[in-house]
């Protein structure tokens, strides 16, 4: 089935740093992933839409320059929380949709748990 | 606007069916979703109906989808302790493919 690989797992780090999440679909061409965020105990709030070579599409609310989101290429988006402070912390969950299809179902890399100290 | 609701928690005991139950709002959605996430992981996913689809089996998993009422229900037969998670409902929204998600609903199950 499809596979889709997000690293690292789990961040600690100090505020003020940047970390970059990868999201890779290992076995399918992913023209559209999705960044997802989840608070403890509540469900997914969506981040940003991104399409594989232009720019991410961003929720409301959600700030662009705090969230920098690259799609280079078909297999691999990136996230980068630029100078992440302790309200940061949080589940990221990354998703991607094949090629074949903009509305069959997507599928979900295991989450980065960002604890920012 | 879009909305997903689903009950937050769910007792069953081992052995017994466990019926989730969502409604959404969207009679537009193509596809809707079941995922599963257990305690500090990723989404799962288990299943999705089409929209065109009243029923879907596959194995201990059936998807009912009554499209008049916007009512999706996910029934878990033979519920095990392994079966115990955060279920979450999901719809598909705009040409994107984005997905709304419901709160998600907790199955305990209980030896």
């Known amino acids: 089935g499809a596979v889709v690989s997000q690293h690292p797992s789990r961040v600690i780090c100090k505020s003020g740093t940047s970390v970059k999440i990868e999201c890779r679909s290992l076995d399918f061409q992913a023209t559209t992933m999705f960044w997802y965020r989840q608070f403890p105990k509540q469900s997914l709030m969506l981040m940003a839409t991104s399409n594989e070579g232009s720019k991410a599409t961003y929720e409301q609310g959600v700030e662009k320059d705090k969230f920098l989101i690259n799609h280079a290429s078909l297999t691999l988006s990136t996230l980068t929380v630029t100078s992440a402070h302790p309200e940061d912390s949080s589940f990221y969950i990354c998703s991607a949709l094949g090629a074949q299809t903009s509305q069959g179902p997507q599928h979900f890399g295991d989450g980065t748990r960002l604890s920012i100290l | 606007g879009e909305d997903v609701e689903q009950s937050l928690f769910l007792s069953v005991r081992e052995g017994d069916s466990s019926v989730i139950n969502c409604t959404y709002t969207?009679?537009?959605?193509?596809?809707l979703y079941w995922y599963k996430q257990e305690p500090g992981a990723g989404l799962q996913l288990l299943t999705y109906?089409?929209?065109?689809?009243d029923m879907k089996q596959d194995q201990r998993l059936t998807v009912l989808l009554n499209k008049k009422d916007k009512h999706l229900s996910l029934r878990i037969a033979d519920t095990q302790t392994g079966d115990s998670a955060i279920y979450f409902c999901?719809?598909?929204?705009?040409?994107?493919?984005?997905?709304?998600f419901g709160k998600g609903t907790k199955l305990s199950v209980k030896p």
């Open positions: 999901a719809e598909s929204m705009g040409s994107q493919g984005n997905l709304i």
């Open positions: 969207d009679s537009s959605s193509t596809y």
């Open positions: 109906i089409f929209s065109n689809m």
